[in-house]
């Protein structure tokens, strides 16, 4: 079963304007972390951003944000005030916690993100 | 090294060898992870090493792969017998903390395998 659903292959936004990458995730285990990484056509994985299952508060790192919905198993990533450097492929993904340690990070299919100017 | 340190970059080989693909983690790093990454598309686990615990080998796709890890330090993927299909992008990652806390991974630039 699909861990990690993004459901927009591709996102255009205007530079300046804020855009929201969407990411739902799957999982029965109560403590769980949420990563969003960015790879530019460079090739190079840029890890941006982490959410924790019983983190209280919405992460924010600069720009970023993550809009994290327990409830509805949702983790969508916030960009603010785009640039055109934030152009490149977007993954969100998820590492469930056991009593033996963590699991693999597991990544979801991406979404390319193009900004406009 | 300050960084994860992937060799070779590129490889190219025909159909029916074998490959060795290095991966030199970040010092003091205990967790090590190799992925799998085809053209445009998503990042797929291969194989997981965490400190002296058996490895989480899940991820393999064929028993014509394997990976090892000597002295929880360097690791080597190979892949016997190559395929077309084995064509990707291979990335190894390692963490600070494979149990508890975020255990950020830090990615390597990934070594390009060609099989003609």
């Known amino acids: 079963a699909q861990k990690i659903t993004q459901t927009q292959p591709g996102m255009f936004v205007q530079e300046k304007e804020a855009v929201t990458l969407d990411c739902t995730y799957d999982?029965?285990?109560?403590?769980?972390?949420l990563f969003w990484y960015k790879q530019p056509s460079s090739g190079e994985m840029i890890f941006l951003i982490y959410q924790g299952s019983y983190d209280q508060q919405n992460a924010t790192e600069g720009r970023y944000s993550l809009n994290f919905q327990k409830a509805r198993k949702s983790a969508n990533l916030v960009i603010s005030a785009s640039q055109l450097g934030d152009s490149a492929m977007y993954f969100c993904a998820m590492r469930e916690a056991s009593w033996a340690g963590n699991t693999p990070l597991v990544f979801g299919k991406g979404t390319r993100l193009s900004v406009i100017a | 090294g300050a960084g994860v340190s992937q060799s070779p970059s590129n490889k190219v080989t025909e159909k029916g060898k074998d490959v060795e693909l290095r991966c030199d983690p970040i010092?003091?790093?205990?967790?090590l992870y190799w992925y799998r990454q085809s053209l445009g598309q998503g990042l797929e686990f291969l194989i997981y090493?965490?400190?002296?615990?058996?490895?989480?080998k899940s991820g393999l796709p064929s028993d014509r792969f394997s990976a090892e890890r000597t002295g929880g330090s360097v690791s080597t993927l190979t892949i016997q017998r190559t395929q077309q299909e084995d064509s990707a992008v291979y990335l190894c990652?390692?963490?600070?903390?494979?149990?508890?806390?975020?255990?950020?991974?830090?990615f390597g630039e990934g070594s390009r395998l060609t099989v003609l």
């Open positions: 990652a390692s963490s600070h903390d494979g149990s508890g806390g975020t255990g950020e991974l830090f």
């Open positions: 010092s003091g790093h205990t967790a």
């Open positions: 090493f965490q400190g002296n615990s058996a490895p989480d």
């Open positions: 999982t029965s285990d109560p403590s769980y972390g």
